[in-house]
C-alpha cells in the first residue's frame, strides 16, 4: 500500500478543461514535491513545497499551478494544456527542513494525464 | 553541478540468477546520499535501497545489495536470485546534504530490467 496517495489515476482533458490533481500524505512529512515523467525517462522536478511555502518552481509553464492547503495536501491546478503535456504526474514527500537529512522521497502511484 | 549517468539501458537476466546494474555520478560534495529506486510497469516509484556517502558499509535490503566505491563514484545495485516481480526500470539518483539542493534528486536515465522464466 502506498503511503502517498494520488486522485485520479487517470485523466484525460481537453486543452480548453481546468482540472486538478490532487495529493495527500499523512507521513508527517513537511516537504512535498510534483514530478512531470514521460515514458521511460525519469522524474522531472516541477515544484517542492517546503512547510506550505513554495520552495522550488522549475521554470514551469504558468497553466500549471501548485497549492498547499495544509502539511498533508498538494495540489496541481491545470488550465490550457497542451499536448506535450500528457504524461505521468508524480508526488512525493519527504521529511522536511534544513538539518542534514537523509530520508528519501516517497512517492505516490501517479496520476496518468492526457490531453486531446 | 552533479551528474548520474547509467550506462545500460536495458538488462536481462535468467530468474534465479544475479544481476548488477551500474551508476556512476559526479559531484565535488562530500556529504551526499545515493538511491535505488524501482519502478514497475503499474508506475509506483519504489524506493529499493538507501546509501549514505559518509558510510563506508554497503547497504543491503534482502536480496538487493550495493557496492559504494565513494573514490570512484560508483554505486552498482546486485539483485540476487532474481524474481519475475523485479522486472521494472530502475533508476539511480543522487541527493545533497546540503540545503536547498537536498530537495533534487538528480536522476540517472534508467535500466530496463527483464527477468526471464
Known amino acids: 500500500d502506498t503511503e502517498v496517495t494520488q486522485t485520479p489515476k487517470h485523466l484525460v482533458m481537453g486543452m480548453t478543461n481546468k482540472k486538478s490533481l490532487k495529493c495527500e500524505q499523512h507521513?508527517?512529512?513537511?516537504?512535498m514535491y510534483w514530478y512531470k515523467q514521460k515514458a521511460k525517462k525519469p522524474p522531472e522536478l516541477m515544484f517542492v513545497y517546503s512547510y506550505e511555502k513554495l520552495s522550488i518552481n522549475e521554470s514551469v509553464p504558468s497553466r500549471f499551478s501548485p497549492e498547499c492547503p495544509n502539511s498533508s495536501l498538494l495540489n496541481l491546478h491545470l488550465h490550457a494544456l497542451q499536448p506535450e503535456d500528457s504524461a505521468l504526474y508524480l508526488c512525493?514527500?519527504?521529511?522536511?527542513?534544513?538539518?542534514?537529512?537523509?530520508?528519501?522521497?516517497?512517492f505516490g502511484d501517479g496520476t496518468r494525464l492526457s490531453i486531446l | 553541478a552533479q551528474t548520474v549517468t547509467q550506462s545500460q539501458p536495458e538488462m536481462s537476466v535468467q530468474e534465479a540468477e544475479t544481476v548488477t546494474l551500474s551508476c556512476t555520478y559526479d559531484t565535488s560534495e562530500s556529504d551526499y546520499y545515493l538511491f535505488w529506486y524501482k519502478q514497475p510497469p503499474s508506475r509506483q516509484m519504489i524506493l529499493v535501497i538507501r546509501q549514505e556517502a559518509y558510510k563506508q558499509q554497503n547497504a543491503t535490503e534482502n536480496r538487493f545489495s550495493v557496492n559504494f566505491q565513494k573514490a570512484a563514484k560508483s554505486f552498482s545495485l546486485k539483485i540476487s536470485d532474481s524474481q519475475l516481480g523485479d522486472a521494472a526500470m530502475y533508476f539511480c539518483?543522487?541527493?545533497?546534504?546540503?540545503?536547498?539542493?537536498?530537495?533534487?534528486?538528480?536522476w540517472g536515465a534508467g535500466t530496463k530490467l527483464i527477468i526471464k522464466p
Open positions: 539518483a543522487y541527493r545533497s546534504a546540503y540545503f536547498p539542493s537536498n530537495y533534487q534528486l538528480i
Open positions: 507521513m508527517g512529512h513537511r516537504a
Open positions: 512525493a514527500s519527504s521529511q522536511g527542513g534544513q538539518g542534514r537529512n537523509g530520508q528519501p522521497q516517497h
